[in-house]
């Protein structure tokens, strides 16, 4: 049925044009087509006709179709004839029907020069907010290469329709094209006239919010992303994951009487009314000896009783999962612009749970030590003050002591989850103690293996336009990340130029805005400045007294990471699969998620780490739904379940809140996402 085809399926489908009662503008991948047929029929009449000369100087084609090779020709051919103008060929980065990938290939086909290697372009723009004029600001628009009289451009989060999704982005391009200038790259931005401003405010009225990044928070400082980049600050190299002792070693159990009691939060400043659940927060001390306390923010449900309880570990390594998790994503308020006042999360997690989030390991948040070498730590101390910090807390809270226990986390969660799942299995066979009911783990966009993440990294990075074809080819060819021996020099110039190519982006989420102290505020929906609004409210004194923290009184203001623990990481193995596998074949549930525009933990390293543990497929790939749309997709392995959460980053609940819901709700149920609309 033609209702169900858009223009270029039915172009793929049946070989022809769309049909004529189609709107003109669906027709725009086809002039792929139409752009360079009738630009070589005027180059050729204007030689043999005495009528006026159509004065052409250039041509652009957006998302074109140029599967077939009557394209290839006539580009050629319009290319030799264009010695004075411009061709232009430019690709929104999101479309599937004409993808940036599919016009690489053909620009492949040309064998064209590269004149000006691949770099990241910036788009400049003013932008009107309640008729206040803010200062001009940047952001990288897209991509752009120039070959000899050809010059292809992605535009960054457009579709097919370039300029319908990026209006401003869209129309600077078109100035540089007019202009026959290539897309401005920072610095070298064109002074503008003040009309010009004020025309192109207008034009773009919000039609793309340009941030700078944050001064504080997980987007001003992407510890993961640093942590792969710089290899030199990874202390171990070629490390397994260690055997578990078949002896039990105890654990320090502490008293908790009245603890629970003095844990409870009365209310929380700035909170919204109507709050219909309790909530509890504190230390856990896990070694009395050095002084060591682990902090928790506790979120019940409405119905506590009849709830599973989870456990939520953000990454890092040093990442606060009260800053980023609890009150940037899953938890039950957001802080507003200004850091003083709460709302309430509709799709917060604790409608579903009891959810405990815990800043581990010692240092970050407002966990710390008496010993300053705590603070230099790594991956198996970390799952063993998890465990003592779990043990303690439910003798705290003993009435979750036989309930359904599952953990869940992201990034370098990856490590810490399993890590400390292996933990509680093992631990669970050989005490006396009131063993931990764990049914199941469920791990987003998760750190699993080196030589995934490091192929799967530049593989995601290609095939998302973000670096060029010679940069690839170059990472191919010149590293061998499966190899236990450095890199050689040819590779870490690639991987530099790699990195270097991707410019001022959030890697977290490539499409999305960056922060500047002129955003907008939002209201339930995705805020890039969200972690300067968290911050704020954790170091005011009247919230750190309402959460009972910093009761003894940290040195420096609360921050969302520690850089120092994540540059001394001292043990880290070079992958987890092994114990992802063991998991698998230990009964409880696992799950493994990726938000797809995340580019630091990608969907790609995900799936080349589960093609390594050969896992057979149960219930084959399938978009899933929820709210009349699809909200990612999903395959069933034995004992392993894998999701995509479409459209969202690095921090999957910031992006797509209803959908992590479902997924997270789905998880508990041990049901798969579901298949239909309703």
Not at 508 to 533: G, H, M, Q, V
Request: glycine share 8%; net charge neutral.
């Amino acid at each position: 049925m033609l209702s169900n085809m858009s223009p270029m399926q039915y172009i793929y489908n049946h070989g022809g044009p769309w049909p004529p009662s189609a709107p003109l503008g669906s027709i725009i991948g086809y002039a792929g087509h139409y752009m360079p047929q009738l630009s070589q029929l005027i180059l050729d009449n204007k030689k043999i006709t005495n009528q006026t000369v159509i004065n052409l100087k250039g041509i652009a084609m957006q998302k074109s179709f140029h599967a077939h090779t009557s394209f290839c020709y006539s580009t050629a051919v319009v290319y030799r004839k264009s010695t004075n103008w411009n061709i232009l060929n430019c690709s929104g980065d999101t479309d599937i029907v004409v993808s940036a990938t599919t016009t690489r290939y053909v620009l492949n086909k040309l064998g064209l020069s590269v004149k000006t290697p691949w770099y990241a372009y910036i788009s400049y723009i003013s932008f009107l907010v309640e008729r206040i004029l803010y200062s001009m600001l940047v952001q990288v628009g897209g991509y752009a290469v120039e070959y000899d009289n050809l010059t292809f451009v992605t535009v960054r989060g457009a579709g097919h329709f370039v300029p319908s999704r990026q209006h401003a982005r869209a129309l600077c391009l078109f100035s540089s094209f007019l202009d026959g200038n290539l897309p401005p790259s920072y610095p070298n931005i064109p002074k503008m006239k003040g009309a010009l401003v004020l025309y192109l405010t207008l034009i773009c009225l919000v039609a793309s919010a340009t941030q700078c990044y944050g001064e504080h928070g997980y987007y001003g400082y992407d510890p993961l992303a640093k942590f792969f980049k710089a290899p030199s600050l990874r202390k171990s190299v070629n490390h397994v994951n260690k055997e578990l002792d078949s002896e039990y070693s105890p654990v320090y159990i502490g008293p908790q009487d009245g603890l629970k009691a003095a844990d409870k939060i009365t209310a929380l400043p700035g909170e919204p009314k109507g709050v219909n659940f309790d909530q509890y927060s504190g230390y856990v001390t896990v070694d009395p000896k050095a002084g060591r306390a682990l902090f928790y923010y506790f979120a019940e449900s409405q119905n506590p009783s009849t709830k599973p309880l989870v456990l939520w570990l953000n990454g890092g390594p040093g990442c606060s999962s009260l800053g980023a998790g609890a009150m940037n994503e899953l938890g039950p308020f957001r802080v507003t612009k200004g850091g003083k006042m709460l709302w309430k999360n509709p799709y917060a997690w604790n409608n579903v749970a009891n959810i405990i989030f815990l800043e581990s390991p010692a240092g970050v948040g407002f966990s710390y030590s008496n010993t300053s070498s705590d603070y230099i730590t790594g991956d198996t101390k970390s799952a063993a003050d998890a465990y003592t910090f779990l043990v303690n807390w439910l003798e705290r809270f003993p009435e979750y002591k036989t309930r359904d226990f599952l953990m869940t986390g992201e990034s370098y969660a990856g490590h810490y989850v399993p890590q400390l799942a292996q933990l509680i299995l093992h631990n669970n066979k050989i005490t006396n103690h009131t063993a931990i009911n764990l049914k199941g783990v469920a791990i987003g966009n998760g750190y699993y293996d080196i030589e995934a993440q490091a192929n799967g990294s530049y593989d995601y990075y290609w095939t998302h336009a973000l670096i060029s074809d010679e940069i690839h080819h170059g990472i191919v060819s010149n590293c061998n990340f499966s190899s236990a021996d450095p890199p050689t020099e040819a590779c870490q110039a690639y991987q530099s130029q790699a990195n270097s190519a991707l410019g001022n982006i959030d890697n977290d989420n490539i499409y999305a805005p960056l922060c500047s102290s002129n955003t907008p505020p939002w209201i339930n929906a995705y805020d890039p400045c969200s972690f300067n609004y968290s911050y704020t409210y954790l170091n005011t004194p009247a919230v750190q007294k309402s959460l009972h923290a910093n009761t003894t009184g940290i040195p420096g203001p609360w921050e969302t990471c520690n850089g120092y623990i994540g540059s001394n990481w001292d043990d880290e193995p070079d992958t987890v699969l092994p114990l992802i596998k063991e998991l698998t074949s230990s009964g409880i549930s696992v799950w493994l998620y990726s938000g797809d525009t995340d580019s630091v933990c990608s969907v790609t390293t995900t799936r080349y780490a589960l093609n390594k543990l050969g896992l057979s497929v149960k219930t084959p790939w399938y978009a899933w739904y929820t709210q009349d749309e699809v909200g990612g997709y999903a395959v069933e392995y034995e004992n392993l379940t894998f999701v995509t959460v479409r459209g969202a980053g690095h921090l999957v609940p910031s992006y797509q809140p209803a959908r992590a819901l479902t997924l997270f709700a789905s998880f508990l149920d041990r049901k798969l996402p579901p298949s239909n609309h309703s």
